[in-house]
């Protein structure tokens, strides 16, 4: 069972141990099969967290709250999380940040942001959607006045 889970993707000890009690396993088998995992080097929190960030952050663009959010939920800790984020570069997040605000910006939009009612309608809604992916507020303003006013011009 361990196994099978592990050959879909890698999984945090906290996460597995999760799936192997709400399979109905008991207590020490639980534990019996982390050790087993352990040992056999296929449980590696920092490695997942890693892997997780690079993912999620290249291909989901995923911002670093957003990241945390999701490994401490995966019950990765505090310190593995960080050391995790720290392989974020912020000119990498900002030109992530970029470009997902470059794919909403399509031409009917581009028409609308003339308008000064439009633009901050426009302003606002992007920098919602930043947030809510993980971006600081601050990156968001930044990044996203930086596009609008490049397509002002």
């Known amino acids: 069972m361990a196994l099978r889970l592990l050959g879909v993707r890698a999984r945090s000890r906290g996460e597995m141990q999760e799936r192997l009690v709400r399979r109905g396993f008991d207590a020490d ?3 019996d099969v982390m050790r087993r995992l352990d040992s056999a080097g296929l449980l590696d929190d920092e490695d997942f967290a890693s892997e997780w960030v690079r993912s999620r952050h290249t291909h989901s663009g995923r911002g670093r709250v957003a990241l945390r959010h999701e490994l401490k939920a995966k019950g ?3 310190a593995t999380i960080e050391n995790a984020l720290s392989d974020i570069d912020p000119e990498d997040e900002r030109a992530v940040a970029g470009r ?3 794919k909403k910006l399509t ?3 581009l028409e609308q942001v003339a308008d000064r009612a439009e633009r901050d309608k426009h302003f606002r809604r992007l920098v919602g959607m930043l947030v809510r992916r993980g971006y600081p507020q601050s990156l968001a303003i930044d990044v996203v006045g930086e ?3 490049a397509a002002a011009e």
């Open 107 to 109: 031409p009917r939009v």
């Open 147 to 149: 596009h609008l006013d």
């Open 29 to 31: 088998t639980v534990a």
């Open 100 to 102: 997902l605000v470059a």
């Open 76 to 78: 990765v800790d505090a």
